[in-house]
């Protein structure tokens, strides 16, 4: 199946780019609920007939959701309350003949019928737990920002050679910021 995914994408010309359009994050928030803040974010995520023809011959593709919360101070650098990293895995299962999606943090998984379910269950978060309230004190000023990226650092070595040319499997959003006030 490697080498048909590496056919596949050499095949593909080098200038395509598999993420058409621009790879963002649209809007993200942060609820309060039960004392610990939860990200609700969502990313535009184009793709393109080659990354869904990669996907549907196996090849991995990992989105990772970086999230930062800095107090905002005058005179002194910003200083950082919380960083977190979570990790997104879609990956086509032959014997089932669905899509999996698994929180690589979490575990949890999702089995999908198919492509476009899965990227438009890839590009929403909705109530992921990020910090405890106790950690933001009342009256101060926070600024959280949250970016994606498309990795594909779980590629096998093999396949990793071929897409070193190819810069369709890996990109990186602008942070998106917005201020929190509790």
Not at 96 to 123: C, F, K, P, T
Request: hydrophobic share 40%; glycine share 4%.
């Amino acid at each position: 199946m490697c080498a048909a995914a590496a056919t596949t994408l050499w095949m593909t010309p080098l200038h395509a780019d598999g993420l058409e359009g621009r790879f963002e994050v649209r809007s993200a928030d942060l609820q309060l609920k039960d004392g610990v803040y939860h990200l609700n974010a969502h990313m535009d995520l184009p793709v393109s007939d080659a990354v869904r023809r990669g996907l549907a011959e196996g090849v991995p593709l990992t989105v990772e959701l970086d999230l930062d919360i800095e107090r905002v101070r005058q005179l002194l650098p910003n200083s950082r309350v919380a960083e977190l990293t979570q990790r997104y895995h879609l990956q086509y299962n032959a014997v089932s003949a669905r899509y999996i999606l698994r929180n690589d943090n979490s575990g949890q998984q999702q089995s999908l019928s198919n492509v476009d379910s899965a990227l438009e269950q890839l590009s929403e978060v909705r109530g992921l737990p990020v910090l405890d309230k106790a950690l933001i004190s009342a009256g101060r000023r926070y600024e959280a920002s949250v970016r994606a990226k498309v990795d594909y650092g779980s590629v096998p070595f093999t396949l990793r050679v071929v897409m070193f040319w190819v810069n369709d499997w890996h990109r990186e959003s602008d942070w998106y910021t917005w201020t929190l006030q509790p």
